[in-house]
């Protein structure tokens, strides 16, 4: 059984929302799904996903969400720009998945 979840957080969320989005996905991964996969912007762009760190004079929101994302075992799948606005690169920020066995044999291209 799997279950895919989608999602936006606001730039303007609020620490109560911000808080109730991390409840809500521990929730979801403690449903007894072999796959989850929650594809969601979190507009986190202070989040290094490939060395797992928040970069300086990030919120302390990214820094919540990257430790409980780690802490139930969500993994990033997208590592690649997927666009460009104007000379910004945009990253498809979360895309993340949750196997309780093995990896999935096929990756996903979101471009």
Excluded: W
């Amino acid at each position: 059984m799997s279950i895919i979840g989608v999602c936006y957080r606001s730039t303007s969320s609020t620490d109560r929302n911000n808080a109730i989005r991390l409840e809500l996905l521990e929730e979801a991964t403690r449903q007894p799904h072999r796959h989850i996969m929650i594809l969601e912007d979190f507009n986190y762009p202070s989040i290094d996903y490939v060395k797992l760190t928040v970069n300086p004079g990030g919120e302390q929101a990214a820094r919540d969400f990257l430790y409980k994302t780690t802490d139930i075992f969500l993994y990033q799948n997208a590592y690649e720009d997927i666009s460009r606005q104007g000379l910004n690169p945009s990253k498809l920020d979360y895309s993340r998945r949750r196997l309780s066995a093995r990896p999935l044999d096929q990756s996903v291209n979101c471009a």
